[in-house]
């Protein structure tokens, strides 16, 4: 597809958010995400019920830090990857295009290929089961914040290396698609709630996601939140980025929102406008 198509197809369902969707219904309910049912997964295409891999996440623990804790330890912390899946669907009579669900789940690398599974999986060890289980608790933690019939907003608990520690930070998506043209795009950003004016976009920037992204998860290991029998601590293991894309540096009032605790009727398309423009803007 031309750069400029592409572009367009980015970024028209904002354009249209002023005009179809001014007034369509928006949900700002936290709720879970709907989890992924276990099964094979091929990116190239998704399972029944999905149309789109919005990206892959495999964790990875360079060897010189993975030297630092017990190989059991950092086996089981690569074992398992995460999934985040979309279905775009047409509407036969109106011809548009709706975001009908955004689901997630783990994965595991097989002789088949790639598997989603759950702690339930056939195949899984007792001590592999154990760390999906805990793992299926982290999952729980991620929240939609709001959507409506072309976008979801969820937002997950992550710790981050920065400044040289972990850090615990918010990581946001927004997920969309064009109700004219279909596809699918996503945008992700941090958010530190920490300072005491407020919660703020970290780096002033937020990231543009390649489709069907596959994420070589780097981690940092902190030798130093492990118990003293080797169990790890909460910021024990850190993401050192942001997945891979296009970073794209935005304005103040964009960060602003992007930052926002909440949303509401008015703030919800102000966000979906600025990040818009912030993506029309690339090159």
């Known amino acids: 597809m031309p750069r ?8 028209a369902p904002f354009v249209l958010l002023l005009t179809t969707h001014a007034s369509a219904e928006m949900d700002f309910r936290a709720r879970g995400l709907e989890r992924l049912a276990p099964g094979v997964l091929d990116p190239e295409s998704p399972p029944q019920g999905y149309s789109h891999v919005v990206m892959i996440a495999w964790p990875r623990i360079p060897v010189e830090q993975a030297r630092s804790i017990s190989a059991t330890t950092a086996k089981f912390a690569q074992m398992f990857g995460s999934a985040i899946l979309a279905d775009v669907r047409r509407d036969p009579q109106t011809g548009l295009h709706r975001l009908n669900r955004v689901a997630i789940g783990h ?18 060890t007792f001590l592999a089961s154990q760390v999906l289980a805990s793992g299926e608790k982290e999952l729980d933690k991620i929240r ?15 710790v981050i290396l920065r400044g040289g520690a972990h850090q615990e930070l918010k990581v946001r ?14 945008v992700v950003w941090l ?3 920490a300072p005491p004016s407020g919660p703020t976009l970290v780096d002033n920037q937020v990231v543009q996601l390649p489709s069907r992204f596959t994420d070589d998860r780097v981690l940092s290991v902190d030798p ?27 304005g103040p009032e964009l960060a602003r929102l992007a930052a926002a605790p909440a949303y509401d009727n008015q703030t919800l398309p102000a966000l979906a406008r600025g990040l818009a423009q912030a993506v029309a803007s690339q090159p």
Do not use: C, N
């Open 4 to 11: 400029t198509s592409l572009r367009r197809s980015l970024t």
């Open 107 to 124: 994965t595991m690398r097989s002789e088949g290929g790639v598997q989603i599974v759950s702690p339930k999986s056939e195949g899984l």
């Open 144 to 158: 939609q914040i709001a959507r409506y019939d072309t976008a979801v907003l969820f937002e997950s608990p992550a």
């Open 173 to 186: 998506h927004f997920v969309w698609t064009s109700a004219k043209l279909g596809g699918l795009a996503s």
């Open 191 to 193: 958010v530190d709630e």
């Open 224 to 250: 130093a939140q492990f118990s003293f029998v080797g169990t790890p601590g909460k910021t024990a293991f850190a993401m050192t980025r942001l997945p891979r894309g296009r970073a794209i540096a935005v």
